[in-house]
Structure formats: C-alpha cells, structure tokens
C-alpha cells in the first residue's frame, strides 16, 4: 500500500526567507505526483503537476523536483511572502491503487511578517 | 465561477441520524469524488464516480453511500450517522477519472460534520 509522508509537519519561518517543504512515498510505481495548497476552512487547490518522466516544474516562486527512483519531492518556496501561509499536501497518483491520489497530510507552513 | 459547491457547511447530527452532503459541478467534468480529512489520517477517499452512472468505492467506503444524480450532481449520504463519522468531508471533480493522465482536480470547500 503506497503510503506518502511530508516533513515537517508545520514550519514558522520570517518573511523573505527561501524554504523548503518534503513529500516521501513508498511505491516508486507512481504515474505523477501533485503538490496542493490548503487555506483555513477551505478546499485544496493544485499548485504543481509532476509527471512521472519529469524531474521538476516551476511556477512562479514555486519549483517543485521530482526523484522517482528514492521516493521523493520538495517544493522550493522562493522569497516566502505572509500570504503563502497555508498547508502544502503532497499527492501521488499511483499505478497500482487504480489511479487514483494518494495524499500526505500536509506541512503548514506560516510565514511571519 | 463557482466551480465546486458543497451543502451544508456545517453540520451537527445525532448518533443514529441520517443526512446527505450534497455537492454540484459547474466544469463539465466528467469524474467526482468524496473525501474525508482527519488529523494524523490526511484525506481518504471514500467513493468515487468515474462517469455519470458509475460509482465505485474507495478507500472507506463503511457507512455511507452515493448517488450520481446527474453529471453536475454526486451526494454522500450518511445512513445512521457515527461518532466516528466526525469529519471534514470534501467534494472534488475532474475532466477524467485517472489521475494518470494528469487530470487536474478541482475541490469544494468542504463540509464540517460533527456527530455526538
């Protein structure tokens, strides 16, 4: 059974500051792996795509890296501005759980003025 | 540009009671999906509708069902509600059903459920 793990499970650190958030999963089977935000009291929305022949994709101050092989991803968080506080979920969608998502339970992440 | 829309916000039902979460699509998609969030589990997949027609269960599908009304429309019906069944429920729709193509997924803004 995939199982995906993030690390930290919360992170404070002052505005401007470059940061990094970690996304593990245990079955390298995986078709691509996807990288949400979670404001308070709100849906989850999808900020970045990884297919699995991909090693990374960029989106703004966001870069998101892919290492298939060891079971890994981080997100790159350029410049943290307070408005980027929220918590960050990682997904995989795997080849053998029918397709569907398979999600972490998140970093949150709070960035001080 | 409402997206997904989710009914009700908050609920509070008593052990035994019954309800139904209602969530409506405005995308055209043809997948939809309800999940379940709780600390220290992430989000659980508890039924999906690949197309209107089809639904399928997830990964705890125990004590609920569903209904694919129409292709805008897929509820979540609690039949005799549990304390266990303490959740935030969200509601999600995509273009296809297999994430592997790189569909993009799309959520409601969820619903608060508190069983006592």
């Known amino acids: 059974k995939q199982e995906v793990t993030q690390i930290p499970a919360a992170l404070s650190v002052p505005e401007g500051e470059n940061l990094v958030l970690n996304c593990s999963f245990t079955?390298?089977?995986?078709?691509?792996l996807q990288w949400f935000r979670q404001d308070p009291g709100k849906g989850l929305t999808s900020l970045l795509l990884?297919?699995?022949?991909?090693r990374e994709q960029t989106s703004g101050r966001l870069n998101a890296s892919l290492d298939k092989s060891s079971g890994r991803s981080t997100l790159y968080i350029a410049a943290s501005q307070p408005g980027d506080s929220a918590t960050y979920l990682c997904?995989?969608?795997?080849?053998?759980?029918?397709?569907?998502?398979?999600f972490g339970e998140g970093t949150q992440l709070t960035v001080n003025p | 540009n409402a997206g997904v829309t989710q009914t009700p916000k908050f609920q509070v039902l008593k052990t035994g009671q019954s309800m139904t979460l209602q969530c409506a699509q405005d995308?055209?998609?043809?997948?939809m999906y309800w999940y379940r969030q709780d600390p220290g589990m992430g989000l659980r997949l508890i039924y999906y509708?690949?197309?209107?027609?089809?639904?399928d269960k997830g990964e705890v599908p125990n004590g609920y069902n569903v209904s694919r009304l129409n292709k805008r429309e897929f509820s979540l019906r609690l039949e005799s509600a549990a304390p266990s069944q303490t959740s935030v429920y969200f509601c999600?729709?995509?273009?296809?059903?297999?994430?592997?193509?790189?569909?993009?997924?799309?959520f409601g803004e969820g619903s608060w459920l508190t069983v006592v």
């Open positions: 079955d390298s089977a995986i078709y691509n």
């Open positions: 995308m055209n998609h043809n997948s």
């Open positions: 999600a729709s995509s273009t296809g059903p297999w994430m592997s193509s790189g569909n993009t997924i799309y």
């Open positions: 997904a995989v969608t795997g080849e053998t759980s029918g397709s569907r998502l398979t």
């Open positions: 990884i297919q699995s022949s991909q």
């Open positions: 509708s690949a197309s209107e027609g089809t639904t």
